[in-house]
Protein backbone atom coordinates (compact mmCIF):
# COMPACT_ATOMS: atom_id res chain seq x y z
CA UNK A 1 0.00 0.00 0.00
CA UNK A 2 1.18 3.24 -1.08
CA UNK A 3 2.41 5.97 2.19
CA UNK A 4 -0.37 8.63 2.54
CA UNK A 5 1.23 10.41 5.99
CA UNK A 6 4.29 10.94 7.12
CA UNK A 7 4.19 11.60 10.79
CA UNK A 8 7.44 13.39 12.39
CA UNK A 9 7.62 13.29 16.16
CA UNK A 10 10.15 15.28 18.21
CA UNK A 11 11.23 17.62 20.66
CA UNK A 12 11.13 21.36 20.04
CA UNK A 13 14.06 22.63 17.85
CA UNK A 14 14.92 18.29 17.14
CA UNK A 15 14.97 19.34 13.13
CA UNK A 16 11.62 18.08 12.20
CA UNK A 17 10.68 21.24 10.28
CA UNK A 18 14.03 21.20 8.35
CA UNK A 19 13.68 17.52 7.41
CA UNK A 20 9.89 18.23 6.53
CA UNK A 21 11.22 20.62 3.77
CA UNK A 22 13.86 18.31 2.87
CA UNK A 23 10.93 15.66 2.49
CA UNK A 24 9.33 17.77 0.07
CA UNK A 25 11.97 18.48 -2.12
CA UNK A 26 13.54 14.43 -2.63
CA UNK A 27 10.26 12.92 -2.44
CA UNK A 28 9.48 12.62 -6.25
CA UNK A 29 5.57 14.04 -5.67
CA UNK A 30 4.09 16.91 -4.15
CA UNK A 31 3.61 16.73 -0.36
CA UNK A 32 2.01 19.35 1.97
CA UNK A 33 3.01 20.23 5.31
CA UNK A 34 1.26 19.84 8.12
CA UNK A 35 2.94 21.37 11.40
CA UNK A 36 1.69 21.51 14.68
CA UNK A 37 3.19 25.46 15.03
CA UNK A 38 0.85 26.41 12.17
CA UNK A 39 -2.06 25.22 13.91
CA UNK A 40 -1.08 26.94 17.16
CA UNK A 41 -0.38 30.42 14.89
CA UNK A 42 -3.67 29.78 13.03
CA UNK A 43 -5.44 30.17 16.66
CA UNK A 44 -7.08 33.41 18.16
CA UNK A 45 -4.25 35.21 20.52
CA UNK A 46 -6.78 34.56 23.50
CA UNK A 47 -6.51 30.49 23.12
CA UNK A 48 -2.30 31.83 23.74
CA UNK A 49 -3.25 33.31 27.21
CA UNK A 50 -6.33 31.30 28.42
CA UNK A 51 -6.06 27.85 30.36
CA UNK A 52 -8.57 26.70 28.15
CA UNK A 53 -5.93 27.22 25.19
CA UNK A 54 -2.12 26.66 24.92
CA UNK A 55 0.13 28.17 27.29
CA UNK A 56 3.98 28.74 27.26
CA UNK A 57 5.97 28.81 30.83
CA UNK A 58 9.04 30.98 31.07
CA UNK A 59 11.21 27.17 31.54
CA UNK A 60 9.62 25.69 28.37
CA UNK A 61 6.82 24.07 30.05
CA UNK A 62 3.79 23.66 27.90
CA UNK A 63 0.09 23.79 29.08
CA UNK A 64 -2.62 22.52 26.81
CA UNK A 65 -6.31 23.42 27.87
CA UNK A 66 -9.77 22.01 26.87
CA UNK A 67 -10.77 24.28 23.78
CA UNK A 68 -7.03 23.68 22.22
CA UNK A 69 -7.58 19.96 22.43
CA UNK A 70 -11.36 20.47 20.60
CA UNK A 71 -9.55 22.53 17.81
CA UNK A 72 -6.22 20.20 17.89
CA UNK A 73 -9.06 17.36 17.01
CA UNK A 74 -10.77 19.31 14.38
CA UNK A 75 -7.32 19.67 12.89
CA UNK A 76 -6.44 16.53 12.95
CA UNK A 77 -9.06 15.21 11.01
CA UNK A 78 -8.54 17.50 8.42
CA UNK A 79 -5.11 16.44 7.66
CA UNK A 80 -6.77 13.19 7.58
CA UNK A 81 -9.20 14.18 5.52
CA UNK A 82 -6.53 15.89 2.89
CA UNK A 83 -4.80 12.36 3.22
CA UNK A 84 -7.79 10.91 2.05
CA UNK A 85 -8.43 13.26 -0.49
CA UNK A 86 -5.31 12.22 -1.90
CA UNK A 87 -2.86 15.02 -0.80
CA UNK A 88 0.16 12.78 0.96
CA UNK A 89 1.02 15.21 3.83
CA UNK A 90 3.73 15.17 6.53
CA UNK A 91 3.18 16.20 9.73
CA UNK A 92 5.34 18.05 11.95
CA UNK A 93 4.43 17.38 15.72
CA UNK A 94 5.56 16.91 19.36
CA UNK A 95 3.51 14.24 21.30
CA UNK A 96 3.86 15.94 24.41
CA UNK A 97 1.82 13.19 25.74
CA UNK A 98 3.68 10.56 23.98
CA UNK A 99 1.83 7.44 23.37
CA UNK A 100 -1.85 9.12 24.06
CA UNK A 101 -0.40 11.60 21.54
CA UNK A 102 0.01 9.25 18.80
CA UNK A 103 -2.90 7.42 20.33
CA UNK A 104 -5.01 10.76 18.88
CA UNK A 105 -3.36 10.82 15.73
CA UNK A 106 -3.71 7.25 15.57
CA UNK A 107 -7.72 7.37 15.24
CA UNK A 108 -7.54 10.34 12.97
CA UNK A 109 -5.18 8.31 10.81
CA UNK A 110 -7.15 5.46 10.83
CA UNK A 111 -7.58 3.29 7.27
CA UNK A 112 -4.55 5.33 5.72
CA UNK A 113 -0.85 4.17 5.54
CA UNK A 114 1.43 5.95 8.02
CA UNK A 115 4.92 5.82 8.48
CA UNK A 116 5.46 6.91 11.84
CA UNK A 117 8.90 8.51 12.52
CA UNK A 118 10.63 9.71 15.37
CA UNK A 119 13.09 12.40 14.97
CA UNK A 120 15.56 13.00 18.06
CA UNK A 121 18.25 15.08 18.65
CA UNK A 122 20.74 15.63 21.84
CA UNK A 123 18.93 17.40 24.64
CA UNK A 124 22.27 19.90 25.14
CA UNK A 125 22.06 20.21 20.83
CA UNK A 126 18.59 20.73 20.65
CA UNK A 127 18.82 23.46 23.51
CA UNK A 128 21.76 25.31 21.17
CA UNK A 129 19.39 25.07 18.30
CA UNK A 130 16.59 26.56 20.72
CA UNK A 131 19.05 29.48 21.61
CA UNK A 132 20.14 30.40 17.55
CA UNK A 133 16.56 30.58 17.14
CA UNK A 134 15.41 33.23 19.68
CA UNK A 135 11.43 32.49 19.04
CA UNK A 136 11.26 29.91 21.99
CA UNK A 137 11.23 29.59 26.06
CA UNK A 138 14.56 28.67 26.51
CA UNK A 139 14.05 24.88 27.94
CA UNK A 140 11.31 23.73 25.45
CA UNK A 141 13.85 21.65 23.69
CA UNK A 142 15.64 20.38 26.82
CA UNK A 143 11.93 19.23 28.42
CA UNK A 144 10.50 17.71 24.86
CA UNK A 145 13.95 15.75 24.22
CA UNK A 146 12.99 12.84 25.58
CA UNK A 147 8.99 13.22 27.11
CA UNK A 148 7.94 13.28 23.17
CA UNK A 149 8.76 10.08 22.84
CA UNK A 150 7.66 7.83 25.62
CA UNK A 151 5.60 4.83 24.95
CA UNK A 152 5.60 5.78 21.52
CA UNK A 153 6.43 3.47 18.60
CA UNK A 154 7.73 4.27 14.81
CA UNK A 155 8.62 2.56 12.04
CA UNK A 156 11.60 4.61 11.82
CA UNK A 157 14.04 6.50 14.20
CA UNK A 158 16.61 9.22 12.62
CA UNK A 159 19.24 11.28 15.05
CA UNK A 160 19.94 14.99 14.30
CA UNK A 161 22.24 14.96 16.55
CA UNK A 162 25.07 14.74 14.21
CA UNK A 163 23.00 13.90 10.91
CA UNK A 164 21.83 16.37 8.29
CA UNK A 165 18.30 17.67 7.71
CA UNK A 166 18.68 16.22 4.13
CA UNK A 167 20.13 12.95 4.95
CA UNK A 168 17.68 12.35 7.66
CA UNK A 169 15.28 12.98 4.55
CA UNK A 170 16.57 10.84 2.19
CA UNK A 171 16.51 7.67 4.67
CA UNK A 172 12.79 8.69 5.37
CA UNK A 173 12.09 8.79 2.01
CA UNK A 174 13.57 5.46 1.52
CA UNK A 175 10.83 3.71 3.70
CA UNK A 176 8.19 5.37 1.44
CA UNK A 177 6.10 3.10 -0.35
Known amino acids: MTTQVIVLNGGSSSGKSGILRCLQAVLPVPW ?9 EAM ?18 VQIGSEFRRLEAAWMAGVAAMARAGAPV ?8 GAASQ ?3 RKALDGLEV ?9 AVAAAREIARG ?3 LGMAASQAERAHHGVVYDLE ?11 ARAIAARVT
Open 158 to 168: VDTTHTESLDC
Open 44 to 61: PASLRASDAGIGFAADGG
Open 115 to 123: LWVGVRCES
Open 135 to 137: DRA
Open 90 to 97: IVDDVFLG
Open 32 to 40: LAAAVDSLV
Open 103 to 105: DRW
